[in-house]
């Protein structure tokens, strides 16, 4: 192995799976728009800037790809990125792509297919991130703000899933060779709101009740909180397809790539307990609700 290109290097996903390869000893190169100045690893990186690509391409044999975020057509940028990496011979991309495909969006789908279609390319469909529920999303600052969340998908149930599985399972891709060129990632269960709401509830003592409101108010809140007007819409538009029950599948393919199971909402919970409130845990906190 010669280099693996960590696109969205400073992000969520890319951070922790940084820091497996590191920690694996396998060389990296951390893609951003603003990189580290100590860190001799660290490229930039900016999709709008196809000038930068090269220099980030250079002696990489495999990329995890975090594509435009909060775009609905990734593909007039990342189409001449994957083309080059093609013929460089990049062997392994591994695409962090989401398991709800947006209704406007069809070059997701196209990117995806992108990938599939190249021996050795992976493409991660992805669940809701747990992370969304902490402030740095829209949905955790309310929490933190409000103790409410506001969600069109109803009852619905979603496989919430940990980004630092995603980093886990796409680690174990990029250092493996095989495997299958998609896998749906999910958490160990799927939970409602309300579900999240309680769980958030017994393991720090904050009160999160659960709002519901229309589509359209929900596009309006991703607006209000900085989206691109069609990305907003088209977020909002998947707790249509979670009420209506297309989204609760779970799989076990982090179990199956990592050797160990996904991390449970609770645990994550407790993890950053300090996030919602500074409420200590009630008594009755006990390990049957994980
Ligand atoms: N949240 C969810 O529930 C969910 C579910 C499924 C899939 N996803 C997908 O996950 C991806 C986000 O992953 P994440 O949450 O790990 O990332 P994140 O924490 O949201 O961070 C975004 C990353 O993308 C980089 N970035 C932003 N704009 C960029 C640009 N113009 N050019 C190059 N890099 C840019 C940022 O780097 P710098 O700021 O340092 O440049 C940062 O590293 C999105 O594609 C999203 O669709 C999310």
Redesign the pocket.
């Known amino acids: 192995m010669t280099r693996v290109l960590v ?8 951070s922790a799976l940084v820091e497996l390869l590191r920690g694996s000893g396998v060389p990296v190169r951390v ?4 990189p580290a100045a100590d860190d001799p690893d660290a490229v930039r ?4 800037d196809p000038a930068t690509h090269p220099a980030a391409l250079r002696g990489v044999d495999r990329i995890f790809l ?4 909060e775009s609905v057509d990734p593909m007039p940028m990342a189409g001449p990125f994957l083309a080059e990496a093609h013929r460089l011979d990049v062997h392994r991309v591994v695409l ?1 792509g ?2 709800v495909v947006l209704s406007n969006a069809p070059g997701a789908l196209e990117l995806a297919a992108r990938v599939r279609a190249r021996p050795g390319w992976v493409v991660l469909r ?4 747990m992370q ?1 529920f902490l402030r740095t999303h829209p949905l955790g600052e309310r929490i933190r703000q409000h103790g409410e969340i506001r969600t069109a998908a109803g009852d619905g149930r979603l496989g919430w899933i940990d ?1 630092r599985d995603i980093a886990a399972a796409a680690f174990a891709l990029l250092v493996e060779p095989g495997g299958r060129r998609e896998y749906l990632l999910t958490g160990p269960k799927a939970l409602s709101y309300q579900d999240a709401a309680k769980i958030i509830t017994a393991r720090t003592g904050r009160r999160v009740r659960v709002v519901h409101i229309g589509t359209d108010e929900q596009a309006a809140n991703y607006r209000a909180a900085g989206m691109p007007a069609g990305f907003a819409a088209a977020l909002a538009a998947v707790e249509d397809g979670i009420r209506a029950g297309r989204e609760e599948q779970v799989s076990t393919a982090v179990l199956d790539l990592t050797g160990r199971p996904p991390r449970t909402f609770a645990e994550f919970v407790e993890e950053h307990a300090t996030e919602w409130a500074g409420h200590r845990p009630p008594e009755h906190w006990s390990k049957k609700d994980r």
């Open positions: 696109t969205g290097g400073t992000g969520k996903t890319g893609g951003s728009r603003n990186f900016d999709w709008g975090v594509p435009p975020v962090l989401s398991a992805a669940s809701g991130f969304n980004a």
